[in-house]
């Protein structure tokens, strides 16, 4: 039985491939939610207040319509994929021009394969986990256990902190991981259940969270 998502998914990328501007518009209205998921864990914390996810969907709409003629001549990346990409450009590009250079964390720019993101920093991680595994009852307990898991992230390698952050707070597929990262999909999924192994054992020391922990 023939997949019918499949089928679209491939009518949309022949005309995106096409330079078809509406197309574009589809795919943006298609993938809107998973794209907001990217910008909410990636926003910087002193950008919150100036600038939200929706501004940061309309930057990068334009900027992908600016970029949808070089498409057809781009590898061979799935529409998401290459849509994620200019999100992330655009979010590095907000970052620069409202922070300032002299201001920029550049520990948030990794460059990996010639690919350049937002990396997933510790407090990124830290936050969802904890926002996720705990009740917002106690607002000093929470700043403590914050603080734990914070530290708890920093041993971790920002590499793996990453595929943990794709997997997880954007919920991008194995082989979407494999093709952002530019990695092989069975080396983005031995890195993955490595990653969680060891998150598991860093985070031992907060039991109410490793315990809580998603399975492999």
């Given at each position: ?80 994929i290459w849509l994620r990409m200019i999100v992330n450009q655009t979010l590095i590009d907000l970052h620069r ?120």
């Amino acid at each position: 039985m023939t997949d019918v998502s499949s089928v679209g998914m491939e009518d949309l990328e022949r005309r995106l491939r096409g330079g078809d501007s509406q197309a574009l518009a589809e795919l943006f209205t298609r993938e809107r939610e998973r794209l907001w998921r990217v910008i909410q864990f990636r926003l910087a914390e002193p950008l919150r207040g100036r600038l939200g996810p929706e501004d940061v969907l309309q930057e990068a709409f334009l900027a992908a319509s600016q970029r949808l003629k070089h498409y057809a001549n781009s590898p061979a990346t799935t529409p998401f994929i290459w849509l994620r990409m200019i999100v992330n450009q655009t979010l590095i590009d907000l970052h620069r021009q409202h922070l300032g250079a002299q201001r920029r964390d550049a520990g948030r720019e990794v460059s990996l394969d010639g690919a350049t993101y937002t990396q997933a920093t510790s407090a990124s991680v830290a936050i969802q986990l904890v926002g996720i595994f705990t009740s917002p009852s106690g607002a000093a307990a929470r700043a403590d256990t914050l603080a734990l898991v914070k530290t708890a992230i920093e041993q971790m390698d920002p590499i793996d902190r990453e595929i943990l952050a794709l997997r997880h707070f954007e919920e991008l597929t194995n082989s979407e991981v494999a093709e952002a990262l530019g990695i092989e999909q069975k080396a983005a999924s031995i890195r993955y259940l490595r990653a969680l192994r060891r998150l598991k054992e860093i985070l031992a020391q907060v039991p109410d969270l490793s315990k809580e922990l998603p399975r492999g």
